[in-house]
């Protein structure tokens, strides 16, 4: 069972384990540690039978003082406000570990999108459009897909946008269609930010990826690309799973087959050239070089902390590691590259979409995986000299150090408007 946490208590004390090593007044650090706005609704919307039903959504705007606010809008009955704000907050964080013009922001409705018909999910979605219209916009904040979301819902928000602003604004939201104004890499960004990260920590232990032995747990979007560019670089992957179950072999697999295999029958587990089945904590706990959580929050929690025997986690998924967990690893010197930069590359290539989309201008998948390589790489070694320059507990804490520097300076930059 994990740790209890509220995310939002979880985000001030990440910034204020942060704050000690950063000269930011207590007036700006409260600024810096709750959103400049929240949006509450409650969308009243018309049911295909005729009735009538309400949902609560939110927006969080946490902190634009980088650029615009920038995040996803999930749809699950979870959605709360201390939710939505943290999740704002994480990415206002997460832009600035990596330096883009950008800021945080997310959204989300309370509702269970599988107990509604795609016309009810279409009305939910233009009504909270509609809600959304004087807050978004290419220059003021740009939606995305997240939970439960993805390419239907944005379009029909962006199109609700274009028509009551009567513009073409593809820049308004991200993580569109190729065909649509998307980026060319999108799709794997995630996965190949968590390996040029994981990569660079091998380089600054002095060892080489190519020689490690790897375990990802999860083998969705962010899993699967994790494992397909590892791969690549010459270190074995040993251990994967899924919401199933989780799948061994001593000399390795083939991501690719892997993936076969689970397009096919729905998860990794029974894969033919898996040496045994093991479960989630099994492959949490193995004896690998490099462990990728990219599945769910609080994967890892304090108890379970005390058996995990990687050297490296790369943190794909969102807060795999508990609070308490951290401070275990932390004992355990396990090199842990925050969650804000291993799987920044997600939000680093919705920034070169919208930048595309204001130059109407498209990449090649070249231009923008080297793009996202040459910030990754950098921001790794800016985090790496804040852990050191101030002999730094975790790369989490330099992280937070790196982000809320620069967020501070942003915001001292022009002081509070009367
Ligand atoms: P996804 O839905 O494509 O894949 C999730 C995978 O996790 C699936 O294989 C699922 O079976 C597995 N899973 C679910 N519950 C599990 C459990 N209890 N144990 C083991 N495996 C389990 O999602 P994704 O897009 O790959 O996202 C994964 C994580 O990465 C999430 O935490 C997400 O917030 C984070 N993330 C994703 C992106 C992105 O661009 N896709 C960006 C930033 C962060």
């Known amino acids: 069972m994990a740790d209890e946490v509220n995310p939002f ?60 606010y920038k995040g996803g809008i999930r749809y699950h009955p979870e959605v709360n406000r201390e939710e939505v704000k943290a999740l704002s907050g994480w990415m206002a964080y997460k832009t600035a570990v990596v330096g883009i013009p950008l800021g945080g922001g997310k959204g989300g409705i309370v509702i269970d999108p599988e107990q509604y018909s795609e016309n009810e999910l279409e009305r ?18 740009i939606p995305a897909p997240d939970v439960n979301t993805g ?46 990260a994981a990569r660079e920590a091998f380089d600054y232990r002095d ?21 397909d560019l590892v ?32 397009n096919e029958t729905g998860s990794v587990v029974g894969y033919h050239g898996a040496d045994e089945e093991i479960s989630n904590d099994d492959l949490l706990t193995l004896d690998v070089d490099l462990l990728v959580p990219a599945a769910l929050g609080n994967a890892i929690d304090a108890e379970l902390a005390e058996d995990v025997t990687a050297d490296v986690i790369s943190e794909a998924a969102n807060g795999p590691i508990t609070p308490a967990a ?62 050191e320059d101030h002999d730094l507990s975790t790369f989490r804490v330099a992280a937070y150090v790196v982000a809320l520097q620069r967020i501070d300076d942003a915001a001292e930059e022009f002081g509070p408007w009367p």
């Open 9 to 68: 208590e979880s985000l001030g004390e990440q910034i204020d384990d942060a704050a000690q090593y950063v000269d930011v007044s207590d007036g700006m650090l409260e600024r810096l540690k709750n959103p400049e706005r929240v949006l509450e609704t409650n969308l009243t919307v018309e049911m295909d039978d005729g009735t009538t039903e309400v949902f609560t959504a939110y927006r969080s705007q946490f902190n634009g003082d980088r650029g615009p």
């Open 124 to 141: 939910v979605t233009r009504s909270f459009a509609k809600e959304l219209r004087p807050l978004i916009g290419v220059d003021k904040d």
């Open 151 to 196: 390419q239907r819902e944005m379009n029909w928000i962006k199109d609700t946008y274009e028509t009551l602003e009567n513009t073409t604004e593809p820049g308004v939201i991200t993580g569109k269609s190729i065909a649509d104004g998307g980026s060319e890499g999108r799709v794997e960004a995630t996965g190949r930010s968590t390996v040029l």
């Open 207 to 227: 060892e080489d990826i190519a020689d490690a032995t790897v375990a990802i747990q999860g083998y969705g979007n962010a899993g699967w690309i994790t494992a």
């Open 231 to 262: 791969d690549e670089m010459g270190a074995t992957v040993v251990a994967v799973s899924d919401s199933s179950g989780g799948i061994y072999s001593e000399d390795g697999f083939d991501p690719v087959a892997v993936k076969d295999h689970k």
């Open 326 to 387: 951290d401070e275990v690893l932390s004992e355990k010197d396990v090199l842990v590259i925050p969650d804000i930069l291993a799987n920044a590359g997600g939000v680093t290539v919705s920034y070169f979409e919208w930048v595309q989309n204001r130059q109407r201008f498209h990449w090649t998948e070249e231009r923008v995986n080297n793009e996202l390589e040459s910030i990754i790489v950098e921001q790794f070694w800016n985090l790496v000299d804040a852990f």
